[in-house]
C-alpha cells in the first residue's frame, strides 16, 4: 500500500556518511540556453553562487572528503572554476562523448571506490530542514536491504515543477515508478546513494541511472526518504529569475545556502 507524502523510510541503526561523492555536471544545459551558450548550467548562478558551488557545499558539510565531478559541455570553464578548491577535494572525470547519468558515473569508478557513494545533480538547489538532507539520507541507507536510495521532494512542494511526479512509497519506503499517464505523489531531487558495485554489470558506455533504478525497484531494492525542507525545480531560464525572486523573501532569505569554499591557506 502507498503512503502519503508525509512518509519516509525507517532510519537504519548508526550509518556514517559516505566518503566520496560522484558530481553530475556533464550535461548540455539545453533548456537553459541562452545562459548556457556561454557557460556550463552548473555555472549558472543561483542564490549568489553558482548551482554547482551549492552542491559542493553540502557535501563538503556532511563530511563528505572527496567529490568526483564528469564535464563535458564547456568543461574547461568548470576545471577552471574548481581548480583552487580543497573541501571536498576534487577529481575530473572529462567525456569526450557525453555517457548520460549512469555512463557518466561507470566510467568514473576508477575513481569511486568500492564503498557506497552519493550521486548529486549539479543543476539542483535546496534548502534543508532541521537535519542536513545528506546526513539524513545516510542514516536512512541501509545496505542490507537498498541497493539505490533516492532523495525525494512531494510533488506538489517542490518550487517550479509541473510535472506528474516520479514514484509512489510505501510504508518501509520502498519505491515503486508511477505508471504511464498516472501521477505520482513524490519526484526525484537530484541526490541519492547507491552502491557503485552495480555499475559492474554493465557493459554500454553510456545509459542512465534510470536503468539501474528499475532494476533495484524489480529486486525490492529500490527506496525512498522524503526531503524535509525547500527544493526548486531550476531548468530554465526563467526558472533561475523565479528561484533568486523567491530567494529574497524574508522567509527564504534567512535559510541556510551554503557560499563557495576558497582554498586554505
Do not use: C
Not at 556561454?38 to 557535501?59: C, I, N, Q, S
Not at 538547489?125 to 532523495?151: E, Y
Not at 510535472?163 to 531531487?189: C, K, N, Q, S, W
Request: glycine share 8%; net charge negative; proline share 8%.
Amino acid at each position: 500500500m502507498s503512503v502519503s507524502a508525509a512518509a519516509v523510510a525507517t532510519p537504519a541503526p548508526a550509518a556514517s556518511v559516505p566518503h566520496t561523492a560522484m558530481v553530475l555536471a556533464a550535461g548540455l544545459g539545453l533548456r537553459m540556453r541562452p545562459l548556457t551558450l556561454t557557460r556550463p548550467k552548473p555555472l549558472v548562478e543561483v542564490g549568489g553562487a553558482p548551482l554547482l558551488d551549492h552542491a559542493l557545499d553540502r557535501l563538503a558539510e556532511s563530511g563528505v572528503e572527496r567529490a568526483v565531478v564528469n564535464t563535458h559541455h564547456l568543461g574547461a570553464m568548470i576545471e577552471s572554476h574548481l581548480a583552487d578548491r580543497s573541501s571536498p577535494a576534487i577529481t575530473l572525470s572529462p567525456e569526450a562523448d557525453l555517457l548520460e547519468t549512469g555512463g557518466g558515473v561507470r566510467h568514473a569508478l576508477p575513481h569511486l571506490g568500492t564503498d557506497p557513494i552519493f550521486v548529486v545533480n549539479a543543476d539542483i538547489l535546496w534548502l534543508d530542514g532541521p537535519i542536513p538532507a545528506l546526513k539524513r539520507l545516510a542514516a536512512t541507507w541501509d545496505p542490507a536491504v537498498m541497493d539505490v536510495l533516492l532523495l525525494l521532494m512531494p510533488t506538489v512542494a517542490a518550487v517550479g515543477y509541473d510535472g506528474p511526479g516520479d514514484y509512489h512509497m510505501e510504508a518501509d519506503g520502498r519505491l515503486r515508478y508511477r505508471a504511464e499517464g498516472e501521477l505520482a505523489p513524490f519526484v526525484f531531487a537530484g541526490v541519492h546513494i547507491v552502491k557503485p558495485e552495480l555499475y559492474h554489470a554493465i557493459t554500454e558506455n553510456r545509459f542512465s541511472n534510470l536503468r539501474l533504478w528499475q532494476q533495484a525497484e524489480e529486486a525490492g531494492r529500490l527506496y525512498g526518504m522524503r526531503h524535509d525542507g525547500v527544493w526548486f525545480h531550476v531548468g530554465t531560464p526563467e526558472a533561475v529569475e523565479e528561484v533568486n525572486t523567491l530567494l529574497g523573501h524574508p522567509i527564504l532569505h534567512d535559510a541556510k545556502l551554503s557560499q563557495p569554499r576558497k582554498a586554505e591557506p
